[in-house]
């Protein structure tokens, strides 16, 4: 065996371990989050969906996604936290949250536009028991005839918290024009 064909054959070795050590990675945060479940009767589940993608960043004081490997924390996972959405065997697992019952203080990463950008979205909620919650981002689109330029600027981003799939809160940030980007405020519904 020639010495660069022997290089050749351990790169290629090499490049398979590190693409395998991903899948690694997530199989085993899937068995974590399998093996550490809270009891049904005393949570609430919560799941989040954007154009993109999103990622619970903390429940209260417990960091739930890492920003940087999108992997969740041992803390979250240990407290029975982290829910998969889809199978555990998937490439890239969408997480959900179980929460216990009452108030609870929420931030999640969106990405309407792509992952690399994230919307920052904080909530604090009193969830009730025998109810399945979910954040939905979307745009909001005026139905008002308007200018062309009007119409090429972006609409609203908005968030709906869904209660058992019925609009229960709405929050909404326009991007105006001179107006710059503005915090995420409640609309009535």
Known sequence: MTGAFRFAAFAVMGLGLVGCQQTTHQVMDGYKILQNSMPDTATVYLACQAKQGCDFERIDNVLVIDEKTKRPSNEAIEQGLVRIEGSVFSWQHEYAVSLPVGDHEIAVRFYPVSVERAERFHLIHKFEPNHQYQLHMYRQRDQQDQ??????????????????????????????IGKGLNDFVEQSI
């Open 147 to 176: 200018s062309l330029l009007a119409v090429a600027a972006p609409s609203k981003l908005c968030i709906d918290l869904l209660q058992d799939d019925i609009p229960l809160r709405r929050f909404c940030r326009s991007s105006e």
